[in-house]
């Protein structure tokens, strides 16, 4: 019953962003018109600040969730074709894993010595493994990092992570969108590590976890991506499986404060955009 | 070695070339070798810096790995070829598009690899 209300109340807040989405961007292609037929001359001060902040917040907002979107096709194409041109047989060991968790999609491998798994596809999800994995891991490990990964399949984790990252990305210019995409991202992870743990046991999933995340971070990688992010998600993972439940965290204030103001500007300046729609010829609302 | 099927995708020309020599080595090289290496099969010799450059760059990227002995590093290619370290480029450069990975290489802070440890349980 609760997880029936949760998957309502998630499913109500994303038709929610939906609306606000597609009212910001209705009211920025009002604000083009207005700014088209009214002149940018002839209004107050008052209005074009309205109006510019009516179009910048969309325009950043279209711009970044393009890239966003650009970026996983992207990424996604090519990795599928790499897999594809550079398949390798499948380990033994990775084969017994699989085996011991039942019937199952399909997994990829690839000829690489740094142990990694991953679950990539929007459309259609699918598992690719290195074969590195299969050295760095007992079969049970394997079996761990597999079951993880079949719970993303089993719940298109890809796409769903992509809706999230549009959204923060549409959400660029508010201070908390990059934190809310992170914390949705967590729980999908905390999810699978559940999944795992219950279909294997919490100590070949910490044995899993302590091999791959001990390597050492990629330099280009670290600079790009924040490592103390990375830490807090991974301590939240062991919190989980400790048994208690990971801690909450919060943007900082500053930030949350930020955000709430963020949205006070721009909703007043959409909500002058509307009132000056008056003005259009015919009066357009 | 696949290196020269696979073009990498991962890779530049120059890129590429450097991992050849590297890989056919077999052994860690400094820039002078693999400049001596590269140039043997060429027309127009390359300088050292530039070398160095496509070098430094690459160990920045994390596909060769470096140490230092006496004045100058000696490299050492980290993956087996140029379909490995094209696909760790991909998922270095994507990793946060749209893709799902089990866990990020991290560095584990000695306190979490502690936890970890006791979850592992007393077999370990």
Avoid at chain 1, 120 to 143: D, F, H, N, Q
Avoid at chain 1, 207 to 229: G, T
Avoid at chain 1, 260 to 267: C, D, E, Q, Y
Avoid at chain 2, 93 to 107: P, Q, T, Y
């Amino acid at each position: 019953m609760s997880a029936l209300v949760r998957r309502a109340s998630a499913w109500s807040a994303w038709l929610a962003f939906g609306l606000i989405m597609a009212a910001h961007v209705g009211l920025a292609v009002l604000a083009v018109i207005e700014v088209v037929m009214l002149g940018w001359l002839t209004s107050t001060w008052f209005d074009l600040v309205a109006v510019s902040v009516v179009l910048a917040s969309a325009a950043a907002g279209l711009t970044a969730a393009a890239w966003v979107a650009a970026r996983a096709v992207r990424g996604s194409r090519t990795l599928s074709r790499l897999a594809r041109s550079s398949r390798a047989p499948c380990p033994s060991r990775i084969m017994a894993a699989a085996a011991g968790l039942g019937p199952g999609p399909d997994i990829e491998v690839v000829r690489a010595d740094e142990p990694f798994a991953v679950t990539y596809g929007l459309m259609r999800p699918r598992i690719l493994v290195s074969t590195g994995l299969a050295e760095a891991l007992s079969v049970k490990g394997i079996a761990a990092v597999l079951a993880h990964e079949r719970h993303h399949v089993r719940h298109r984790d890809p796409l769903r992570l992509l809706a999230v990252r549009l959204a923060a990305a549409y959400g660029c210019w508010l201070p908390a969108a990059a934190w809310l995409a992170r914390n949705l991202a967590l729980r999908r992870e905390l999810s699978a590590d559940l999944a795992a743990a219950r279909r294997t046991s919490r100590a070949d999933l910490a044995a899993a976890l302590l091999r791959l995340a001990s390597l050492p971070a990629c330099p280009a990688l670290a600079a790009a991506r924040s490592a103390a992010d990375e830490r807090r998600s991974l301590e939240a993972r062991v919190t989980q499986l400790e048994g208690s439940q990971p801690r909450r965290t919060r943007p900082a204030m500053g930030r949350i404060v930020a955000s709430g103001g963020t949205i006070a500007l721009v909703t007043a300046a959409c909500m002058c955009c509307a009132a000056l729609s008056q003005a259009l010829p015919g009066g357009l609302l | 070695m696949a290196e020269q099927g696979a073009a990498g995708r991962g890779l530049g020309p120059l890129e590429a070339e450097v991992m050849s020599a590297l890989w056919r080595a077999q052994v860690p090289l400094a820039v002078r070798d693999v400049v001596a290496e590269i140039n043997a099969g060429r027309d127009a010799p390359l300088a050292y810096t530039t070398v160095m450059t496509v070098m430094t760059r690459l160990a920045h990227k994390g596909v060769l790995g470096r140490s230092r002995s006496g004045r100058h590093y000696m490299y050492a290619p980290l993956a087996p070829d140029t379909a490995a370290i094209a696909v760790q480029s991909v998922l270095d450069e994507f990793g946060d598009a749209a893709l799902a990975r089990f866990v990020e290489r991290a560095e584990l802070d000695p306190r979490l690899q502690a936890r970890l440890r006791r979850l592992m349980g007393p077999e370990q």
